[in-house]
């Protein structure tokens, strides 16, 4: 049997608390590798290390709280203003559909909220933390990366690259999002869909685990698939064709990798820090 379900809200404190959690032990595994390459390529690359393998941690963590926190209380404001994402969900927890165009238009609102934001607090707050980055490159003797970060500072300051990038945000994070959906639906037919273990608690649905080859599988197609659709576009666009297949090829194994440690770090987290609430609605025409 299947419902079909609407997303009202997301329980703030634990859905935060949880991508936080996913984000930081990204972050640890994104150190060591950080760490490895530093130390084997660089020039006094374990000094550098020293410097940047916590700023790498730490920043992580308190742009994830920021960002996973802003992003549920703008859907949870959104929702009583625009139409709210809506899935077919079974009783073995299979999503086997989920609502396009209002996946997309949610989605792609929030990031584009989320761009203006993150360019008002980069005008005071990203100046000071390249400035520190740079002082501390220049000091270990890396003048050519520090001249690099000062450039892309210059760049990012530029109010028509501002504008560019709010404006080409929500295009592109709309229709990646909507074609992303239909993939889902087609690929979910299929017997593929997203499996979670789903059990109630008060009026929210407490997402217990989530199947990581599921989730990996639907994934590595989508981002596959997104690649093909945007290797096309460069390869126009003039890049060549090699680098069109190490993109597509990147696209379904980095999509199978991350997805399926992101499943897995939740299933590891869910019983420690807490598992993510939403509230799920019978759908309404």
């Known amino acids: 049997m299947s419902n079909v379900k609407e997303l009202k809200s997301i329980e703030l404190a634990s859905f935060t608390t949880m991508v936080t959690g996913i984000s930081v032990l990204f972050s640890i595994i994104g150190a060591i590798i950080l760490t490895i390459f530093l130390v084997t390529t660089v020039p006094n690359g374990a000094g550098v290390a020293i410097y940047l393998i916590p700023t790498v941690i730490v920043g992580a963590f308190m742009y994830t709280i920021y960002n996973s926190f802003c992003e549920g209380m703008l859907y949870n404001f959104l929702s009583k203003k625009l139409k709210t994402i809506a899935m077919i969900i079974t009783d073995k927890g299979e999503v086997v559909k989920i609502s396009t165009t209002e996946t997309a238009t949610m989605t792609a609102i929030i990031l584009t909220i989320q761009a203006i934001l993150l360019y008002l607090v980069s005008v005071f707050v990203l100046p000071l933390l390249l400035t520190s980055v740079i002082q501390t490159l220049m000091y270990t003797g890396q003048t050519v990366v520090a001249y690099s970060l000062y450039q892309l500072l210059a760049i990012l300051s530029q109010p028509t690259t501002i504008l560019i ?43 217990d685990s989530v199947d990581p080859l599921k989730l990996a599988i639907m994934f590595a197609i989508i981002c596959g698939v997104l690649s093909i659709i945007s290797g096309v576009i460069s390869l126009i666009s003039g890049t060549n064709a090699v680098s069109l297949i190490g993109n597509i090829i990147g696209g379904f194994v980095g999509g199978f990798i991350e997805f399926y440690l992101i499943a897995a770090f939740y299933n590891f987290l869910a019983p420690k820090i807490g598992k993510i609430k939403l509230e799920l609605i019978d759908f309404k025409i």
Do not use: D, H, Q
Request: glycine share 2%.
């Open 165 to 207: 990038l709010i404006f080409s945000t929500f295009i592109v994070t709309f229709v990646f999002v909507l074609i992303a959906a239909y993939i889902y639906n087609i690929v979910a037919k299929s017997g593929r869909a997203i499996i979670l273990n789903l059990s109630n608690e008060n009026n929210f649905t407490v997402i």
